[in-house]
């Protein structure tokens, strides 16, 4: 209760960052977003129409409330990282006054709510994610850790400051960064596999230099719109649901909850650790009959 987080990576009330957003307003939490350049005049357009108001409903009869939105991208540390095509473009143009960079961001929120309690990192991007890692370019594989696991490093370098003793950051990952999943691509593989090593590196700075714990959180698959662009997503839930211990629909919500626990100081010795969140799909060795 009375909590404060900063989460990135939310677009529209269908993944995770929604889930966690709404989780964690439902632990009393006041949350703040910071929304991708491009994606975020069609979020605030449909977040004023109403378009999310069903999903925005909280128990007690309240709705989810973000007490700031933020332009951000997280491929971007500082201002005069920006390259000038990107500057010049209508969208990142509107945005550039109030700044977008990670560094800018965390500035802002310093600014406007002072210091924090949680960072949620629920953000990804492969531009040839649909590309075997063979096929894979130099400039896509680094881009995919660019946006990926390079931008978490980031938020924990800018946002880290900003954290009051036993705050607490989560991210989102996939199994296929310890066993291969055939479409998983772009190096969006060796992407994951850099967040969770790095979580760990990560708990350890972060712990020592303010207390805090980082986590990461292994989903099992979700129909949002990151996945739905990959291209594989039905035969991914299809596969869990006849594989997994739990035969289950995965609900975005479940990730939800276990990020609003990892949050909280419920979770208060756990931290450099991988979750899973995947009905268990992760422990299977061999597809059952
Ligand atoms: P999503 O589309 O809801 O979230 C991805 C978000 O990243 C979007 O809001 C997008 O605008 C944002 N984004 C992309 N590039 C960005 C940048 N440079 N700067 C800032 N924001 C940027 O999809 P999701 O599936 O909920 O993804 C959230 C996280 O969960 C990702 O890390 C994803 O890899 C992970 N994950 C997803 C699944 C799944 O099946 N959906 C499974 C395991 C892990």
Sequence with gaps: TGKKAFIAGVADDQGFGWAIAKA???AGAEISLGVWVPALSIFET????????KSRQLSNGSMLEFVHIYPMDAVFDRASDVPEDVRNNKRYAAAAEKGFAVEEVARNVKNDIGNIDIIVHSLA?????KKPLLETSRQGYLAAMSASSYSY????????????PNGSAVSLTYIASERTIPGYGGGMSSAKAALESDTRVL???????YQARVNVISAGPLGS?????????DDMIKYSYENGPIQKELHAEEIG????????PLASSITGTIIYCDNGLHSMGLAPD
């Design 125 to 129: 991007n492969g531009p040839e994610v």
């Design 225 to 233: 719109r990151a996945a739905k662009a990959i291209g594989f997503i």
């Design 153 to 164: 490093v980031s938020m924990l370098q800018h946002f880290g400051p900003l954290l009051n």
């Design 24 to 26: 964690l307003a439902e």
């Design 46 to 53: 449909s977040y004023k129409r109403g378009k999310f108001d």
């Design 203 to 209: 708990a350890y700075e972060a712990g020592r230099k």
């Design 257 to 264: 909850n276990a990020a609003a626990f990892l949050l909280s």
